[in-house]
């Protein structure tokens, strides 16, 4: 077992079933505090994946300013 559970959604029109750690549950089983835990593991992924996002961007915004940088400074050989 891993320290943190990797949750699969998996969505069917008849059933509706997560699988955690290898592990296929079916969502309807569950106690309403375990699909609380769902939700909460689901909204925490998704707003790990927007900050992923967000920093994608900044890194590439570092980048490009770090290249304009070094277009503007003198010109100097290394010692």
């Known amino acids: 077992m891993t320290d943190q559970p990797q949750v699969t959604p ?4 008849a059933k509706q079933a997560i699988t955690i750690d290898g592990v296929e549950y079916q969502l309807s089983e569950l106690s309403e505090e ?8 689901r909204i925490t992924d998704q707003e790990i994946a927007r900050l992923n996002q967000q920093l994608a961007i ?21 010692h």
């Open 58 to 78: 900044y890194q590439t915004a570092r980048a490009a300013y770090a290249r304009a940088l070094a277009e503007k400074l003198p010109s100097k050989q290394a």
């Open 34 to 41: 375990a699909r609380a835990q769902v939700v909460n593991l």
């Open 10 to 13: 998996e969505q069917d029109q």
